[in-house]
């Protein structure tokens, strides 16, 4: 049977088809950047204190009614305790004045019963001013992030699925309008538990989109073309849009006003529909070479160029249906041993860069006192990232790659508990170098997997392995928050992932210069480095994957 790329050559590599579907495809995952991280604005917990009681003091001793502490040798007002009301109120009437005549050591605390007073000097109001998550309620912060990433969790799983059962194009328009809908429904949220839900249900079209449109553009384009899609065109489009969300944040310091911005967008993307066609690779896996066929011919036109009186000719019509029948799904990544060592490490690499990527995203309030200067800095040394991650995939091994940039993050992220605390501006670089690798990483991830896996089952091995990724996304605000045990422990942990994870890599097959596979039996015929440890014979591949020739 003749090669797909083979039989689509006559469209050529950049014609005004594949332009107006690069460009719109892109344009589609912009969202994803700001939609992914919208938490570090909307859910940043702006300077507090105890609110001030309403009842008559004396100045000393409202000035002073809160404590002072010191945190990280600085002096600022305890934010989760005062002195005593009825104490001071006894004392401010005895005349008595704080510090001369009372020593404040010896009063008596409690808790902010009066609610709490938040600093505007940043925010106008977060969720955590707006639903007072500190103190006691300080947990719901991070859970409100490990909420919204198990909601990606979950939609990673069943759209990679609903994708190769449905199509690639319903299952992106769907994700993106989850994404818009329930952005702006959470602008109404009038509890932290409804907004949490919602949250929820948004993370179900977060980034499931990202997969859908990164599979169908990987389906759609050609060789090179395909290349700068999956490694540069997608990953920048994602960027772009995280570069986008500190400058709305700006202008936008009240977190419902930037929630409401940042749905409005999803309704330019509905004439998208019109523009973007459906994957004729995965339409002719469905038998469906008619529909193939006339998107093919519809392209030709674009491109002016003449397309073949028939163009998909090896494949029969009756042969096709036979097969269209068969259905994949999650199982059949576990059915043979060389599918399950390919998953399995795959889902480890995409948990490890997911894990590190996210961990260090997040940590942006650590890089420099301006949020909004901070968030910019984290996602701009993403472009070169993704520059470098285009070059390696047109140029090196993919092996060499993944290995050699998560080597490279785990040492940088090693040497940062090396580096004096007086240095601060050399662990900002390590931290951004690491960033810089681990990002580089999980962007020929992105790619390597779409190359792996065959027609069948290409977006629910995407999916399931961005699933398995997104548990280290959904522990990375957890992970954070163990720098109080040990300051450095987050970057230990993340570390020692990534150069353990840089050695399973090495047992993956080569796709460097090979076509995309169309069967299953195609991809068990990639050459892989032998791991010593792993013995015994190949799982017989059953007949049904054997004989299927699907494309």
Request: glycine content about 6%; some cysteine.
């Amino acid at each position: 049977m003749q090669d797909y790329d083979e039989t689509t050559a006559f469209l050529g590599q950049w014609g005004r088809f594949q332009q107006v579907v690069f460009f719109m495809l892109c344009a589609s995952i912009v969202p994803n950047g700001f939609g992914a991280f919208t938490l570090v604005f909307v859910g940043d917990v702006p300077s507090h204190h105890c609110g001030d009681p309403d009842f008559n003091l004396t100045e000393d001793w409202r000035k002073t009614i809160i404590p002072i502490k010191v945190v990280d040798g600085k002096q600022e007002l305890s934010r989760c305790s005062r002195y005593r009301l009825d104490v001071v109120r006894n004392l401010s009437a005895q005349g008595l004045i704080p510090g001369r005549d009372v020593n404040l050591t010896d009063l008596e605390q409690e808790s902010c019963v009066d609610g709490w007073s938040y600093s505007k000097d940043i925010y106008q109001s977060t969720i955590v001013s707006e639903f007072d998550l500190v103190c006691s309620d300080e947990w719901k912060q991070p859970l409100t992030a490990t909420v919204f990433y198990l909601g990606v969790f979950s939609g990673s799983f069943f759209s990679g699925q609903l994708s190769d059962r449905f199509g690639r194009k319903p299952v992106l328009f769907a994700t993106m309008a989850v994404q818009t809908v329930f952005t702006f429904i959470q602008v109404f949220s009038t509890s932290w538990i409804m907004f949490t839900i919602l949250l929820f249900f948004n993370g179900l079209g977060q980034m499931s989109n990202f997969i859908a449109a990164l599979v169908l553009g990987m389906e759609i384009f050609n060789s090179n073309t395909r290349v700068l899609y999956a490694s540069l065109g997608s990953c920048l489009a994602y960027v772009i849009g995280y570069m986008m969300l500190p400058l709305f944040a700006y202008f936008l310091r009240d977190w419902k006003s930037l929630l409401l911005a940042l749905s409005l967008p999803g309704l330019a993307y509905v004439p998208l529909w019109w523009l973007i066609p459906e994957s004729p690779r995965w339409l002719l896996s469905q038998g469906r070479v008619e529909e193939a066929e006339a998107i093919m011919r519809k392209a030709a036109k674009w491109n002016k160029v003449k397309a073949p009186s028939v163009i998909f000719q090896d494949y029969s019509v009756n042969k096709t249906k036979s097969h269209s029948k068969e259905h994949y799904n999650v199982f059949d990544l576990l059915r043979t041993r060389s599918i399950r060592i390919t998953t399995l490490i795959l889902c480890l690499l995409l948990f490890t860069t997911n894990t590190g990527y996210f961990g260090l995203s997040l940590n942006t309030s650590q890089l420099h006192a301006d949020p909004y200067l901070s968030c910019f800095i984290s996602a701009a040394v993403e472009v070169p990232a993704y520059i470098s991650s285009w070059l390696a995939l047109r140029y090196l091994p993919r092996r060499l790659s993944v290995t050699g940039t998560l080597l490279l993050g785990g040492a940088s992220l090693f040497f940062i508990q090396l580096v004096p605390q007086s240095q601060p501006t050399l662990s900002l670089a390590l931290e951004m170098l690491a960033k810089y690798a681990i990002t580089t990483s999980l962007s020929l991830m992105l790619a390597y997997i779409a190359e792996l896996y065959p027609t069948v089952l290409r977006n629910t091995a995407t999916g399931i392995c961005t699933m398995v990724g997104r548990m280290g996304v959904c522990i990375a605000p957890i992970l954070l928050k163990l720098s109080v045990y040990l300051l450095y422990l987050p970057y230990i942990i993340m570390g020692t992932l990534a150069v353990g994870s840089a050695f399973a890599g090495l047992f993956l097959p080569e796709t460097l210069g090979k076509p995309l596979p169309e069967t299953i039996q195609q991809m068990h015929k990639r050459e892989r480095i032998k791991c010593p440890c792993i013995t015994g014979k190949e799982t017989p591949i059953p007949v049904v994957l054997r004989d299927t020739m699907i494309i």
